[in-house]
T-cell receptor
Framework: SQQGEEDPQALSIQEGENATMNCSYK?????LQWYRQNSGRGLVHLILIRSNEREKHSGRLRVTLDTSKKSSSLLITASRAADTASYFCAWGAGSYQLTFGKGTKLSVIP | DAGVIQSPRHEVTEMGQEVTLRCKPISGHNSLFWYRQTMMRGLELLIY????????DSGMPEDRFSAKMPNASFSTLKIQPSEPRDSAVYFCASSNGGTGGYYEQYFGPGTRLTVT
């Protein structure tokens, strides 16, 4: 992809397990964001990490950013059935625009 | 705040017909984005406005697509004439410039367009 990739494309885990999703991008950025999309709904912002940060936490979410490798990961700990959704990373370079990845479809089995 | 409002939520139309999608951004937000989402191409930015002015429309597929933002609380995306390949979910999102250049976007529920 000219823009970046997310992997895996799909992930299926048991409730209570941790889920890790990865995102790679190809340009210089000043921030990277993660969004969640439930089936048939719009995207919802989860967390934003700045380019000078390496790790950020929000509840059961942990995001890491490695600008030298142009990659980020999203960890959801102690997953719940309600976490079933698609997760997208998006990166920005300081303007209003964001570029979105293709997303990871997460299924959490009760 | 009610969030970003889009209408209609679903639209089924025949090829060749004009389609108009509507969006009301969050009050006070100064940027508005139109996206198209398909299984094949993912989420594509079509156009974005800043302070009601179109800044980048390079993502608009072709002349059949047009977008307007006559005021800060309303935007339209029009397809004329529509074609089956325009079938997709169209999202509107708005944003308010935060400090330091970090802008999260707030998405509407989307309009699912089916062109037969």
């Amino acid at each position: 992809s000219q823009q970046g990739e997310e992997d895996p494309q799909a992930l299926s885990i048991q409730e209570g397990e941790n889920a890790t999703m990865n995102c790679s991008y190809k340009t210089s950025i000043n921030n990277l964001q993660w969004y969640r999309q439930n089936s048939g709904r719009g995207l919802v912002h989860l967390i934003l990490i700045r380019s000078n940060e390496r790790e950020k936490h929000s509840g059961r979410l942990r995001v890491t950013l490695d600008t030298s490798k142009k990659s980020s990961s999203l960890l959801i700990t102690a997953s719940r059935a309600a976490d079933t959704a698609s997760y997208f990373c998006a990166w920005g370079a300081g303007s209003y625009q964001l570029t979105f990845g293709k997303g990871t479809k997460l299924s959490v089995i009760p | 705040d009610a969030g970003v409002i889009q209408s209609p939520r679903h639209e089924v139309t025949e090829m060749g017909q004009e389609v108009t999608l509507r969006c009301k951004p969050i009050s006070g937000h100064n940027s508005l984005f139109w996206y198209r989402q398909t299984m094949m191409r993912g989420l594509e930015l079509l156009i974005y406005f800043n302070n009601n002015v179109p800044i980048d429309d390079s993502g608009m597929p072709e002349d059949r697509f047009s977008a307007k933002m006559p005021n800060a609380s309303f935007s339209t995306l029009k397809i004329q004439p529509s074609e089956p390949r325009d079938s997709a979910v169209y999202f509107c999102a708005s944003s308010n410039g935060g400090t330091g250049g970090y802008y999260e976007q707030y998405f509407g529920p989307g309009t699912r367009l089916t062109v037969t």
